[in-house]
Nanobody
């Protein structure tokens, strides 16, 4: 069993930064992880992931130059540094453990955290 706990969300103004953390416990083996986000009434949207021993990263195009995903294997923690935040980044952000398959599909992830709210005001 794997447990994922997100933290770091909050209310900020446009242009500000936030760093989300996702602490993993249980049978994680390798931290192949992704971040998704969801707003009410919409599908959960892929944001970024970090995969493999080398930590290859992938990003949603609209966040590619503003967000950075990273991981600390010693701490079993994955981070999402979010800079230059925009109101359209407002969502609940979830981390998830990648299990295989198409990397930007939520079905490719087997365990999910409870989510952390990010609100960006204009």
């Amino acid at each position: 069993q794997v447990q994922l706990v997100e933290s770091g969300g909050g209310v900020v103004q446009a242009g500000d930064s936030l760093r989300l953390s996702c602490a993993a416990s249980g049978r994680t083996f390798t931290l192949n992880m992704g971040w998704f986000r969801q707003v009410p009434g919409k599908e959960r949207e892929f944001v970024a992931n970090i995969l493999g021993p080398g930590g290859t990263t992938y990003y949603l195009n609209s966040v590619k130059d503003r967000f950075t995903i990273s991981r600390d294997n010693a701490k079993n923690t994955v981070y999402l540094q979010m800079d230059s935040l925009k109101p359209e980044d407002t969502a609940v952000y979830y981390c998830a453990l990648y299990r295989g398959g198409t990397t930007y599909l939520s079905a490719s992830y087997s365990y999910w955290g409870q989510g952390t709210q990010v609100t960006v005001s204009s």
